[in-house]
């Protein structure tokens, strides 16, 4: 079977600093893509960034970046300059096939 | 203009009844999809329809139909509603199928509650 693990359920950052949310996975393809999904308390399941399997170079988008360690089945996200829209809840996703995999979340809490 | 949308945005019935959620993408996709999010946030793929064939079905209980008039829409429909139905469903497409690389985008979600 194929998990996804996010070992922090809830983590709470000032405004203006920076975070990082875990996830480890456990597959046995070699090529795949691999997303972070936010949801707000409005519920909408928002693309935050992917990243293909087969490129070494880690994706970036604005203030959102990723840590992915392949051979580790390793995938972080980190936020820099948190603001208090990022409060959300935040899953891991890689992409098997057509299938979303989605792990349990974390909570994240920007605070003022 | 949205993208992926989704009728009733809540829904509240009772046990035994049957209900539909009607789901429409706008993006010219080619897959869709069914995603159930229970109540500790986990969220599970449930269907997948491409040109309104099925290709996933994710061990849901036959109670759970889902139809495809034509690719644009996916619609679900619940027979016999029991209290562990409720949930929030969200409806998703993507635009291909024979690449596992396309992203998926997701509607704003039915909450259903089943008293």
């Known amino acids: 079977a194929q998990t996804v693990t996010q070992s922090q359920p809830e983590m709470s950052v000032q405004e203006a600093e920076t975070v990082t949310l875990s996830c480890t996975y456990d597959t046995s393809e070699n090529n795949y893509y691999l997303f972070w999904y936010k949801q707000p308390p409005s519920r909408q399941m928002i693309l935050v960034i992917r990243q293909e399997a087969y490129k070494q170079q880690n994706a970036t988008e604005n203030r959102f970046s990723v840590n992915f360690q392949k051979a580790a089945k390793s995938f972080s996200l980190k936020i820099s300059d948190s603001q208090l829209g990022d409060t959300a809840m935040y899953f891991c996703?890689?992409?098997?096939?057509?299938?979303?995999?989605f792990g349990a979340g974390t909570i994240l809490r920007v605070k003022s | 203009d949205t993208a992926v949308s989704q009728t009733p945005k809540y829904l509240v019935t009772q046990m035994g009844n049957d209900k539909s959620i009607k789901c429409e993408q706008n993006l010219g996709h080619d897959t869709m999809y069914w995603y159930k999010q229970d109540s500790k946030k986990f969220l599970k793929i449930m269907f997948s329809?491409?040109?309104?064939?099925?290709?996933i079905n994710e061990t849901v209980p036959n109670r759970f139909s889902p139809k495809s008039p034509d690719k644009a829409h996916l619609n679900l429909h619940i027979n016999s509603l029991e209290l562990g139905d409720s949930a929030v469903y969200f409806c998703a497409s993507s635009q291909g199928l024979a690449s596992s690389t396309d992203t998926q985008y997701f509607g704003p979600g039915t909450r259903l509650t089943v008293l």
């Open positions: 996703a890689p992409l098997y096939g057509n299938k979303l995999v």
């Open positions: 329809y491409n040109n309104k064939e099925l290709i």
